[in-house]
C-alpha cells in the first residue's frame, strides 16, 4: 500500500515537472507570436494570418497544462482552505469528498474526449477533431485539443496519488505535500 | 433528484475544494439531475472555445508583464513616483492602486486582466507597506471594474454589436461613468485612511518629485506606448500586451535588471495562475450551456415582463438581473443571453441605447467584484493568495459605493450620453 | 424533446435571410406536429462548438457559416469563388439540378452532418470600407482588409490589396482602432451588427452569394421516423422557397445604408470585369477535393 502511494506520487510529481515545462514553453510560444504579430505587421507591413491562432492555441496549451500544474501545488482558489490541513479520519472524509467533486468533473470530460454516442472513440472529440484542420495553419485540430484530455488525466494522476497517499499507513512520520 | 445538487456542492464547498472544481463537479450533477446526461459530450469542447478566445490573450500576457515588472524594478520605480505624489495624503498607496486602475482602464478592455495584473504589483507593494492584505485585495478588486467601463472595453463591443448601437458613442459614454467610479473609490478609500488609520508616507521617506519623475520615465513610457498604441490604431490590445511584456523586459534593464531565473519564474507563475483562471472558465462553461439548454434566462425574463413592472420597476429589476448574472454567468453568456431578451423591454419602456449599454456594463461588472461568487474576486484571490471569504467581506463595502454610483448613473442618463452627444457621435 | 434550431444571426425577419429560413423552418414543424425552439445565436455555442454539437446528435439544426461545413469537406467552398457564378440563380442551379449539394453531402454525412440547404444571408457581398472609398480595383492597392480566412487572404491579394485575419467578434475594434479598413459581406451588414458608426462607405462589387447553410445533424434526421422525415424535408423546402423570396424582396437595402450615412458606391462595368479577371487564379487555389473545381464548372456548364 505504502509503496503504490510512493510510486502514485513519484509519478504525479514527474507529470507535474513536465506539465509545468511545457506550460512555460506554451506561454513562451504565446507571447512570442503575439509579439511577431506586431512586428510583422511594421517590418512586413502584414502580419501572417497564423499568429493569431498560434497565439491561441499556445494559450490553451498553456494554460491547461498550467491548471494541472495549479491543481498539484494547490493554489487554485478555494473558500475553506482550513479544510486541507486537517488530519485524521476528517481529513481523510474531506480528501474523499474533494477527490469526488474533482472526479466528477474530470472523469466525464476526459470520457467524451475519447468515446463519442454509443461509446465509439471513432466519434469521440479528439477522433472528430483529427479530422478538421485549423483555420490557417497545415495542422489537424486534434494537435491543439488533445491538450484537454492529457491536462485532465494528469489531473486524474495528481487526485489518485493525493488519495493514495492520504489512506496510506503513515509509516515513518508525515506524507509528503 | 435535482435537490442532491446543492447538498453536494455545498459538501464539496466545505471539504476545502477548489472553487473551479466545485463549481464543475456541481455542472456535471446538475446535468445527471436534469435528465441531460447526454449532453455532458459537450464538456470537451466547451473547455476548449472557453479558453481559446482571441481577447483572453491579453490577460496571461499583462499576468506576465506584471511578473516581470515585479522582479525588474519596474514596479517599485512607478510606486516611488506616485509615493511621491500622493503617498503624503492619508492612505496614499490605495489611491495609487484606483489612480493605476485608471490608467490602466485606458490599456484593457476586461477587469480580469487589470485585476490579474495588478495584483501582482500593487498588492504586494501595499502589504509591505502595512495595509492589511485583505484591505489591498479588496481595492485591487473593486477598481478594477474601472477598466471595462472606461474604453476599451470588451462588453461594451459585445454590446455594441448585439443591439446594433454605435461602438464608438458607447465607448466614449463610458469615459464619465468611469472617471465618476474612480472618484467614488477614491473617496471610500480616503474614509477608510481616516477610519483605519492608514499609512501616509513621511516626508522623510517619500521620494523627491523630479528625481522620481525621472527614474519613472522608462516605465511610464510603457503604458503610454500602450494606450497611445491603441488608440493610434499602432496594435490591438493583445498586441499591446505582448509589446507590454518587452517593454517591462527593456525598463527593467535600467532599473535591477532580470536574470534567467527571474524570466523563467515569471513564466511559470503566469502559466500556473492562467491555468488557475482556466479552470474557473471552464467549469463555469458547462454550467452556462446547461442554462442555455434549459433557457434559463428566457424563464428569468419572462417572469420579470409578467410581474408588470413599469419602467422604473423594470430598471431596477433588469439591474438585480444583471448584476446576478455577473456574478454567476461568464460574462459573454450573459450578455448573449439576456441582452436580446432584456434590452428590447428595456428600449419599449423608453431606454436609450448607449446609457443601456453603460449600465449593463456597470451591473455585469459589479457582479465581478461581488460575493459570493465574483469572477475579480477570484482572481485576486488566487494570484495574491489572500483568502477569498476575507477578501469577499472586505470588498462589499466598495460593492456598496459602486451600486450607488450606479443608480445615479441609471437616475442621469445624461452622464452617460452628455459626451458622445457632445462629440457629435450619438443624438 | 422540442428539436433545437440554433441561430446565426439576431432573430430579424426583415434583415436576415437565414432566420428567415430557420424561423419558417420552425414554424412549418410546429404547425405539423413537430416540437421546434429557436435559440439566440451563440447561445449554444460558436460555429465550431454547433458543428461539433450537430455532429454528435446534441443540437438538431444549426445555422452556420459555410465554412464551417467546409472544414469536414472543402466542396462547398466553391459557392464562395469571387465572380464564378454569374448570379444566384445559377448557384441555385448548380446546387441543385447540378447535384452539388448532394456532392457536398457525400463529404459531410459520413461526418454525421447534413447540409440540409445553402441559405442567403443578404445579397451578394460588396467591399464596406471605413475610410477610403473603393470605386476602381486600383484603390484596393493600399487597403489592409479584414479576412474571415485564408481564401478572403488569397482574395485581396488577387485584388493587389492586403488581407488581415480578424475573428467576427474583434471586427469593430480591428475597424475602428484602422487595424483594418474594411471588410467583404453583404450590404446588410453593417445595419445587422451596427456597424454604421465606422463603416462609411459600401461598394455594391457583387462578388459572391452570401452563402450560409442550414445543417441538420444525420443521427437524428436518419432517427426520424418516415412521415416526421417527410414533414422536415417539407419544412426545409418550405423554408427554402421563403428565403429566396426574402431575397428578391431586399430592393431597399442600399437606400437603408444611404440612410444610415453610408455611401453607396456601384461599380462601372469595366470596373467590374477588372475584378472578375483578377480574380480568375483564386479558383486554383481554393482548397477543395480532388474534383470538385471541375464538378463546379461542369455544373454550370463552363
Ligand atoms: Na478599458
Ligand atoms: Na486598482
Known amino acids: 500500500m505504502r509503496a503504490i502511494a510512493n510510486l502514485m506520487d513519484a509519478l504525479s510529481a514527474l507529470l507535474n515537472r513536465v506539465a509545468l515545462a511545457v506550460a512555460v514553453a506554451a506561454v513562451a510560444v504565446m507571447l512570442g507570436a503575439a509579439g511577431w504579430q ?49 488530519t485524521g479520519n476528517r481529513g481523510r472524509l474531506l480528501l474523499v469528498v474533494r477527490s469526488l467533486g474533482v472526479l466528477a468533473f474530470v472523469l466525464p470530460t476526459l470520457w467524451f474526449c475519447v468515446f463519442g454516442p454509443g461509446a465509439n472513440p471513432a466519434r469521440g472529440y479528439i477522433a472528430r477533431l483529427a479530422g478538421r484542420q485549423a483555420e490557417t495553419m497545415d495542422l489537424p485540430m486534434m494537435v491543439f485539443g488533445i491538450a484537454i484530455p492529457i491536462a485532465f488525466a494528469v489531473i486524474l494522476v495528481h487526485v489518485l496519488a493525493e488519495l493514495a497517499r492520504g489512506f496510506a499507513p503513515a509509516a515513518g512520520g508525515e506524507s509528503r505535500r | 433528484m435535482i435537490w442532491l445538487v446543492p447538498l453536494a456542492a455545498a459538501a464539496f464547498l466545505g471539504s476545502g475544494l477548489a472553487l473551479a472544481y466545485v463549481i464543475g463537479g456541481a455542472a456535471v450533477l446538475t446535468f445527471v439531475a436534469s435528465d441531460n446526461t447526454r449532453y455532458l459530450a459537450v464538456l470537451p469542447q466547451k473547455v476548449f472555445s472557453q479558453i481559446s478566445v482571441f481577447s483572453l490573450l491579453a490577460m496571461p500576457l499583462f499576468i506576465l508583464a506584471g511578473e516581470l515588472m515585479n522582479r525588474g524594478g519596474v514596479t517599485k520605480s512607478l510606486i516611488d513616483l506616485s509615493m511621491s505624489l500622493v503617498g503624503r495624503l492619508r492612505g496614499g498607496l490605495g489611491h495609487v492602486n484606483i489612480m493605476t486602475s485608471v490608467f490602466f482602464a485606458g490599456i484593457s478592455g476586461s477587469a480580469i486582466a487589470d485585476a490579474a495584473a495588478l495584483s501582482n504589483t500593487l498588492v504586494p507593494a501595499m502589504k509591505e507597506r502595512g495595509y492589511t492584505d485583505a484591505y489591498a485585495g479588496a481595492i485591487t478588486a473593486a477598481s478594477s471594474i474601472i477598466g471595462p467601463i ?7 463591443i459585445f454590446y ?35 477610519k483605519e488609520d492608514h499609512p501616509r508616507v513621511e516626508k522623510a521617506d517619500a521620494p523627491r518629485i523630479l528625481p522620481s519623475i525621472g527614474a519613472a520615465l522608462p516605465a511610464l513610457s510603457l503604458p503610454l506606448i500602450i494606450v497611445g498604441g491603441i488608440i493610434f490604431g499602432w496594435m490591438t490590445p493583445t498586441e499591446a500586451a505582448a ?45 452556462g450551456h446547461l442554462a442555455a439548454l434549459e433557457r434559463i434566462p428566457q424563464a428569468v425574463a419572462a417572469i420579470v415582463e409578467r410581474m408588470g413592472l413599469g ?57 465581478l467584484v461581488s460575493p459570493p461568487l465574483g469572477g475579480c474576486l477570484l482572481i485576486v484571490s488566487s494570484v495574491t493568495g489572500v483568502r477569498y471569504w476575507d477578501l469577499a467581506r472586505k470588498v462589499i463595502p466598495f460593492v456598496i459605493a459602486e451600486i450607488a454610483v450606479l443608480a445615479v448613473l441609471v437616475a442621469f442618463p445624461e452622464i452617460s450620453i452628455w459626451l458622445p452627444r457632445a462629440m457629435g457621435l450619438w443624438h | 424533446a422540442p428539436i433545437k ?111 440540409m440547404d445553402a441559405v442567403y444571408l443578404g445579397l451578394p457581398s460588396g467591399i464596406h470600407t471605413t475610410s477610403k472609398p473603393v470605386a476602381t480595383l486600383a484603390d484596393m492597392a493600399d487597403l489592409r482588409m479584414r479576412a474571415l480566412d485564408e481564401v478572403q487572404i488569397q482574395t485581396f491579394e488577387a485584388w493587389g490589396s492586403k488581407g488581415t485575419i480578424v475573428s467576427w467578434s474583434e471586427v469593430p475594434n480591428a475597424l475602428q482602432t484602422g487595424v483594418a479598413d474594411g471588410y467583404i459581406n453583404p450590404p446588410s451588414i453593417p445595419l445587422v ?44 423546402a418550405e423554408a427554402h422557397k421563403a428565403n429566396r423570396a426574402w431575397l428578391n424582396s431586399q430592393t431597399t437595402i442600399l437606400d437603408d445604408l444611404k440612410a444610415a450615412g453610408i455611401e453607396v458606391i456601384e461599380l462601372s462595368e469595366e470596373e467590374r470585369a477588372k475584378f472578375r479577371e483578377a480574380s480568375q487564379p483564386l479558383y486554383k487555389q481554393v482548397v477543395m477535393p480532388e474534383g470538385a473545381l471541375e464538378a463546379w464548372s461542369k455544373a454550370i456548364g463552363k
Open chain 2, 311 to 367: 419602467p422604473i420597476g423594470f430598471m431596477v429589476a433588469m439591474n438585480v438581473i444583471f448584476i446576478l448574472a455577473g456574478m454567476v454567468l461568464d460574462i459573454t453568456v450573459a450578455l448573449a443571453l439576456l441582452v436580446p431578451l432584456l434590452a428590447p423591454v428595456a428600449l419599449a419602456n423608453g431606454a436609450d441605447p448607449v446609457h443601456l449599454g453603460i449600465v449593463i456594463c456597470f451591473n455585469l461588472s459589479i457582479g
Open chain 2, 150 to 156: 472606461v474604453p476599451p472595453s470588451i462588453i461594451l
Open chain 3, 193 to 236: 451588427f451596427g456597424h454604421t458608426g465606422f463603416i462609411r462607405h459600401f461598394t455594391d462589387a457583387k462578388m459572391s452569394a452570401s452563402v450560409r447553410v442550414a445543417l441538420v445533424s444525420e443521427d437524428w434526421y436518419q432517427g426520424l421516423s418516415d412521415e416526421e422525415r417527410k414533414t422536415v424535408d417539407e419544412a426545409a
Open chain 3, 5 to 115: 434550431i440554433a441561430l446565426d444571426t439576431p432573430a430579424d425577419l426583415q434583415q436576415s435571410g437565414t432566420y428567415v429560413w430557420a424561423h419558417t423552418f420552425a414554424e412549418y414543424l410546429k404547425q405539423h406536429g413537430m416540437e421546434a425552439e429557436e435559440y439566440e445565436r451563440n447561445a449554444l455555442g460558436e460555429e465550431a462548438e454547433r458543428l461539433d454539437q450537430v455532429s454528435q446528435g446534441l443540437l438538431e439544426v444549426s445555422m452556420s457559416d459555410a465554412k464551417s461545413a467546409g472544414t469536414l469537406d472543402g466542396t462547398i467552398m466553391g459557392t464562395m469563388m469571387p465572380y464564378f457564378f454569374a448570379d444566384i440563380p445559377e448557384l441555385d442551379k448548380a446546387l441543385g439540378e447540378g447535384g452539388m449539394l448532394a456532392r457536398i453531402n457525400e463529404g459531410t454525412i459520413p461526418k454525421g452532418v447534413r447540409v
Open chain 2, 160 to 194: 455594441g454589436s448585439l443591439m446594433q448601437t454605435s461602438v464608438a458613442a458607447l465607448f466614449v459614454a463610458g469615459i464619465l461613468p468611469g472617471l465618476l467610479l474612480a472618484l467614488a473609490l477614491f473617496g471610500m478609500n480616503a474614509w477608510y485612511a481616516w
Open chain 2, 243 to 287: 509589446v507590454a511584456v518587452f517593454a517591462a523586459c527593456l525598463a527593467a534593464f535600467f532599473y535591477t535588471g532580470l536574470s534567467w531565473s527571474d524570466i523563467s519564474e515569471s513564466l511559470s507563475r503566469t502559466a500556473v495562475l492562467t491555468g488557475s483562471i482556466f479552470m474557473i472558465l471552464c467549469a463555469v462553461a458547462a454550467f
Open chain 1, 38 to 86: 506586431v512586428i510583422a505587421r511594421y517590418l512586413l507591413s502584414q502580419p501572417p494570418a497564423w499568429t493569431e491562432e498560434l497565439a491561441r492555441f499556445s494559450m490553451v496549451w498553456g494554460g491547461l497544462m498550467g491548471a494541472s500544474c495549479a491543481f498539484r501545488t494547490k493554489v487554485d482558489p478555494t473558500l475553506f482552505p482550513e479544510a486541507l490541513v486537517m
